[in-house]
C-alpha cells in the first residue's frame, strides 16, 4: 500500500548540533516528497520538495533534504540547529488513487531545540 | 504569502448543529484541499477539489460536504456536528496536483460540545 511514515513523534538536539528528521515513503512510480513546517497556531509552510535530479535538496531556512531511492527514505536535515527551528515538521507524498494525486502527510514529528 | 484565508478561525457550536466553514484564496489556483489536524494523526484529506464544482472525497470525507461554486472559494460544511469534529480545519492551495507546493491557511479551529 501506498503511505509516507515518519518514525519519530519527537527529536530532541542542542542548540548548534546537526538535526534530522526521519521521512519513509512507499509509492507506486516516482515520488513527489515534500517536507512542510508548523510553528504554533500556524498553518503549515513549505520547506523544500523534490521532484526529479539531484538527490540532495535545499530549501528554506538553511534545511536541506536527502532523498535515497534504495531506502525509500527523504530525511530532512540541518548541520547546525536553532532554538527557533522548534515546530512541528511534516514529510509530504503526492500518492496516486484513481488518476488523481493526493497530497499525504505524515503524522509529524516534534522537533525540540534546546538552548 | 499566499493569499489565503479562512473564516471562522475559531467557532464553537453544539451537537446536531450544522457548521460551514468558508476558504477564500486570490491566487487563481485550481486546486484546493480541505484537511483536518488531530494529535497522533497529522494532518488528514477530507475533501479535495481540482476545478469549479469538480470535487472528490479524501480519507476522512464521513459527515462532511464541500462545494466550490467559485474559483476562489471552497466550502466545507458539516451538515450535523459532532464531539468527533473538534478539531483544527486546515484548506490549502495548489497550482498543480502533482509537483506543486501546497500554501495553506492559517486554520479555523472547531469545538463542538
Known amino acids: 500500500a501506498q503511505s509516507v511514515a515518519q518514525p519519530e513523534d519527537q527529536v530532541n538536539v542542542a542548540e548548534g548540533n546537526p538535526l534530522t528528521v526521519k521521512c519513509t515513503y512507499s509509492?507506486?512510480?516516482?515520488?513527489?516528497l515534500f517536507w512542510y513546517v508548523q510553528y504554533p497556531n500556524r498553518g503549515l509552510q513549505f520547506l523544500l520538495k523534490y521532484i526529479t535530479g539531484d538527490n540532495l535538496v535545499k530549501g528554506s531556512y538553511g534545511f536541506e533534504a536527502e532523498f535515497n531511492k534504495s531506502q525509500t527514505s527523504f530525511h530532512l536535515k540541518k548541520p547546525s540547529a536553532l532554538v527557533s527551528d522548534s515546530a512541528l515538521y511534516f514529510c509530504a507524498v503526492r500518492l496516486t488513487s484513481g488518476g488523481s494525486y493526493i497530497p499525504t502527510f505524515g503524522r509529524g514529528t516534534s522537533l525540540i531545540v534546546h538552548p | 504569502d499566499a493569499g489565503i484565508t479562512q473564516s471562522p478561525r475559531h467557532k464553537v457550536t453544539e451537537t446536531g448543529t450544522p457548521v460551514t466553514l468558508r476558504c477564500h484564496q486570490t491566487?487563481?489556483?485550481?486546486?484546493m484541499y480541505w484537511y483536518r489536524q488531530d494529535p497522533g494523526h497529522g494532518l488528514r484529506l477530507i475533501h479535495y477539489?481540482?476545478?469549479?464544482?469538480?470535487?472528490d472525497k479524501g480519507e476522512v470525507s464521513d459527515g462532511y460536504s464541500v462545494s466550490r461554486s467559485k474559483t476562489e472559494d471552497f466550502l466545507l460544511t458539516l451538515e450535523s456536528a459532532t464531539s468527533s469534529q473538534t478539531s483544527v480545519y486546515f484548506c490549502a492551495i495548489s497550482h498543480t496536483t502533482d509537483t506543486g507546493e501546497l500554501f495553506f491557511g492559517e486554520g479555523s479551529r472547531l469545538t463542538v460540545l
Open positions: 509509492v507506486s512510480g516516482n515520488p513527489y
Open positions: 477539489s481540482y476545478g469549479v464544482k469538480d470535487t
Open positions: 491566487e487563481n489556483h485550481r486546486y
